[in-house]
């Protein structure tokens, strides 16, 4: 018997970059941006004392505070910056080359409409508990995906799916409005910070429960970056070329949803990270989804981060939500792209 090789799909390189310089610039930006992130806000830590921080805690009344601000509310903030980041790019990623389209991200097949859903319908009716609100927008986000999942296998190729999920934002954001028309005062504050978007929950609790499961969910997307740069070919191509398109469309959503989802019921909607970030590495790489995929992972993680920064340091002592920040950046930002005609 002869052996079983998985093909090899030849595609154009990167116009100056390659992925792994590109990662390690990114990699040495995001250790100094978290550094500055962990040194900066209310409190401000000189950046020369965050080593003896890290190692202990110091004699000294400023030495204690410091430990106590670095440990307890920088560290996990920063590090589920990083988490949240590279998993909406990745996420991103893979929607693009599921619908080969650049302007595609996360949120196309109702994953963060869902999630947006379920948080909402469990602060109107359950109370402003973050223990309730999390599970409510995970299963919504799920849910969601499924629906549109289950609608677009009823017509033929992408586009139905693409269309389902239309739909799906549609009817979930009009479920939104009228949760949001029948909230109290108190629940309607609560729903706009929701929907703004926050880190401001991150605990390590959080980061143990959360940062195993995107590791294993982004460990599984990469894994599939030759069906990615098959699926750029065309779908007749990629059949050809061996790839099972059904099983592979159904692991590539499932693997999204179960990736945004849990992410975006702890933060809220956070957008333009999944849409902008793999679009720019795209831009700088090529498409070979070998080396696109890990750098934009990088790239997210330094993106949110950057955000997160911003978001706690422009209007000391409140803070922005991030959700702000990020589309107030992406959002002009991607129109420039479309200017120069570079979405494409």
């Not at 995001?30 to 806000?41: C, D, K, Q």
């Not at 409409?113 to 009716?125: P, Q, R």
Request: glycine share 12%; charged share 10%.
């Amino acid at each position: 018997m002869s052996a079983v090789t998985t093909p090899t799909i030849s595609l154009p390189p990167g116009p100056r970059w390659t992925a792994p310089r590109l990662c390690a610039v990114l990699a040495l930006l995001l250790v100094a941006t978290l550094l500055a992130a962990a040194a900066s806000g209310a409190v401000n830590i000189p950046l020369s004392a965050l080593p003896g921080l890290l190692l202990g805690v110091p004699d000294t009344p400023d030495g204690a505070m410091w430990h106590s601000v670095l440990w307890q509310v920088r560290l996990p903030r920063v590090l589920f910056a990083v988490l949240v980041g590279g998993g909406l790019a990745l996420a991103g990623a893979a929607m693009q080359a599921l619908f080969r389209n650049p302007l595609a991200e996360p949120g196309l097949v109702g994953i963060s409409a869902g999630g947006a859903l379920g948080a909402v319908a469990a602060i109107v009716l359950g109370g402003a508990n973050f223990t309730l609100m999390a599970p409510a927008a995970f299963v919504g986000s799920l849910l969601a995906t499924l629906i549109a999942y289950r609608l677009g296998r009823i017509g033929h190729g992408m586009d139905s799916i693409l269309l389902a999920g239309v739909a799906i934002n549609a009817i979930c954001w009009a479920i939104i409005g009228l949760f949001t028309y029948l909230a109290n005062d108190a629940q309607l504050r609560t729903l706009t910070f929701w929907n703004l978007g926050s880190l401001a929950g991150a605990t390590w609790p959080l980061l143990a429960f959360l940062g195993p499961w995107t590791v294993l969910i982004c460990a599984l997307l990469l894994r599939d970056w030759r069906a990615m740069n098959a699926l750029l070919l065309g779908e007749r191509e990629a059949h050809h070329l061996g790839f099972a398109l059904k099983p592979l469309r159904r692991r590539l959503i499932v693997l999204t949803a179960l990736l945004v989802g849990p992410l975006v019921a702890a933060t809220g909607t956070i957008g333009f990270v999944g849409l902008v970030v793999p679009h720019l590495v795209r831009l700088v790489l090529g498409a070979d989804h070998r080396g696109l995929l890990p750098t934009a992972i990088l790239a997210g993680a330094l993106a949110l981060a950057l955000a997160d920064w911003l978001a706690r340091t422009v209007v000391i002592p409140s803070e922005l939500p991030i959700g702000v920040v990020t589309s107030l950046i992406g959002g002009p930002f991607f129109l420039w792209l479309l200017t120069r005609g570079g979405a494409r």
